[in-house]
């Protein structure tokens, strides 16, 4: 695969840190305005499971997403190899309580789309290599951001051992949850562990699944399918950290009967089980997200656990607002670093940024609790859930990410219009 290591500039108007999934989108979403646009990522973009963000994952993109990725043509480079998800089916393992979301009931085609995270870096490698005004520095590292008041500085090393020293107006840290520009600001992070990983695996089922993503509770921790093409279906099994060695010990047939003991039966026996890889867990929060000429997105602003596909999707939306309200400022002569812009966007964004969180780290741990007071309220609120509808679509639709103020790329507004 090509990466562009010319740098033609030292000057940008934009420099994004981190070409994961987050910082590439932002770095897609802007391409086409005439604002000159450097994106600096340490690993090489080619697919293998070591990139930290284009690796064996599947993720489930939010129908929000998909619109936002539609607008950006990045949609029609992962459509074919995406499985829909139609409905949801959340169940806790010996409790009566069962709910279900379906598509029709919210008037969309589906309610996600499950896609593979190195397919998701290929159309966004894809699209950048072919848009003006974007240039790609890879591989090369952030090492240092000197802070200063009026000007946003980023010292690069590459893999040359040249060091060069970039200059932007603005500085965007898209560089994960060990982020280096958040830390060398000295902005903090609230990290919570859940003492849990996340343990991944393709899976074949004996019942197709009928494009049904299953959720299912129990008291050492959630386990959900994802539907994919075939009978294929992408696990996410939740692990207390103890019990991981031996986890991922297990031969094929042995991780089979832990997902069976923890699942059920209802999408049959399972087979042809593929490589499994584990994640640590845990909730990350900077307090700040922008700072003097810098905005922090993604897993460098907010890490989630995966229990509801939300962290990439949250961080979707971040930065089609980020987009707009640079694209905005640009178009007005404003100064797209200014505080009074960078403002503008952590207002409009924390909210949904509250809700997601909390919702997230709720259902976490409210379903590992075992008194019982709690799992009565699990069981009550389970089957609450269900036979409200007016609930279950709040919820269902902030969880598509197409609740509150919708930007114009998830409206189907390009910003260069
Ligand atoms: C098991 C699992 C399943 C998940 N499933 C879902 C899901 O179904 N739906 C969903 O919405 N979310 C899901 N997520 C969350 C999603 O994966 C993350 O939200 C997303 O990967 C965050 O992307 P990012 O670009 O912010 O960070 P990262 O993926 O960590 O990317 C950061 C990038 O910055 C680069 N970088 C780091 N430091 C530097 C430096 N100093 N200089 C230059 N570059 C640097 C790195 O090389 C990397 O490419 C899941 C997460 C896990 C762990």
Redo the contacts with the bound molecule.
């Keep these: 695969m090509v990466h562009r290591l010319i740098m033609a500039y030292n000057d940008y108007d934009l420099l994004i840190?981190?070409?994961?999934?987050?910082?590439?989108?932002l770095a897609c979403a802007l391409a086409g305005l005439d604002l000159h646009i450097g994106l600096?990522?340490?690993?090489l973009f080619t697919a293998n499971n070591t990139?930290?963000?284009?690796d064996d994952?599947?993720?489930?993109?939010?129908q929000g997403?998909k619109r936002i990725f539609q607008t950006l043509g990045l949609w029609e480079m992962l459509e074919s190899t995406s499985t829909p998800i139609q409905k949801i089916h959340i169940s806790e393992r010996g409790c009566p309580g069962l709910a279900h979301i379906d598509c029709c009931d919210e008037g969309v085609d589906a309610l996600?789309y499950?896609v593979e995270?190195r397919l998701i870096g290929a159309a966004l490698l894809g699209k950048l290599l072919s848009s003006r005004g974007v240039e790609v520095l890879?591989?090369?590292?952030?090492?240092k951001i000197p802070i200063e008041e009026n000007s946003a500085r980023a010292i690069?090393s590459f893999n040359d051992n040249r060091i060069v020293e970039l200059r932007a107006r603005l500085i965007v840290a898209?560089?994960?949850?060990?982020?280096?520009?958040r830390k060398q600001l000295g902005i903090t992070a609230l990290r919570w562990e859940y003492e849990q990983q996340?343990v991944?695996a393709n899976v074949t089922s004996t019942i197709p699944h009928c494009n049904t993503a299953y959720e299912r509770f129990t008291e050492e921790g959630p386990v959900?399918f994802?539907p994919m093409s075939g009978h294929r279906c992408?696990v996410?099994y939740t692990v207390n950290n103890k019990e991981l060695p031996q986890v991922l010990s297990l031969d094929d047939s042995g991780f089979s009967t832990l997902l069976s003991g923890r699942f059920g039966d209802r999408l049959g026996a399972f087979s042809r089980i593929g490589q499994r890889?584990a994640?640590?867990?845990f909730l990350l929060k900077a307090l700040e997200h922008t700072h003097r000429r810098i905005a922090i997105?993604?897993?460098?602003?907010h890490?989630?656990h995966?229990i509801?596909?939300?962290?990439?999707?949250?961080?979707?939306r971040d930065i089609a607002a980020l987009a707009e309200v640079i694209a905005d400022a640009w178009r007005n002569n404003q100064d797209i670093g200014g505080t009074e812009v960078l403002e503008y966007y952590a207002e409009w964004r924390r909210w949904d940024q509250i809700k997601t969180i909390a919702c997230t780290d709720i259902l976490t741990r409210l379903f590992v609790n075992p008194l019982p007071p709690v799992h009565i309220a699990r069981t009550l609120g389970l089957l609450a859930f269900d036979f409200f509808p007016p609930i279950k679509s709040l919820i269902a639709r902030q969880f598509m990410g197409l609740d509150g103020r919708l930007t114009k790329l998830a409206r189907g507004i390009p910003l260069t219009d």
């Excluded at 994952?57 to 939010?62: E, F, P």
């Excluded at 997105?297 to 602003?301: R, T």
Aim: hydrophobic fraction near 50%.
């Design positions: 840190i981190g070409g994961g999934m987050v910082g590439a989108s600096v990522e340490a690993e990139h930290p963000s284009y994952r599947t993720v489930a993109l939010a997403t996600g499950v995270a890879c591989p090369a590292y952030l090492e690069i898209a560089d994960g949850a060990c982020s280096r520009v996340a991944i959900a994802l992408a996410v890889q994640y640590p867990l997105i993604g897993n460098a602003a890490t989630l995966p509801a596909g939300q962290g990439l999707n949250l961080s979707i």
